[in-house]
């Protein structure tokens, strides 16, 4: 049986709808914003990038882009 998953609606990284708010991965992540760190001012887009491989910004890709706060923390 095939499960159909709208992307528009899921968390990126999980690829669950966890009935949240979903966060644009394009923004600044919410803790970064306090810190001065070097690699505060990386979006999370950037930093799941760096994590994974994966390049968000690629608009040839067809996946979400955005993260639930479960995956964020």
């Known amino acids: 049986m095939a499960v159909v998953i709208d992307l528009n609606f899921v968390c990126v990284i999980c690829l669950q709808d966890d009935g949240g708010e979903l966060i644009s991965v ?26 994974s491989g994966l390049n968000l910004s690629d608009i040839s890709i067809k996946v979400s882009n955005k993260i639930c706060n479960r995956c964020l923390d």
Do not use: V, Y
Not at 27 to 35: A, I, M, N, V
């Open 26 to 51: 394009f923004s600044g992540d919410k803790e970064s914003s306090t810190q001065s760190s070097p690699e505060s001012s990386f979006s999370i887009a950037e930093k799941i990038s760096l994590c």
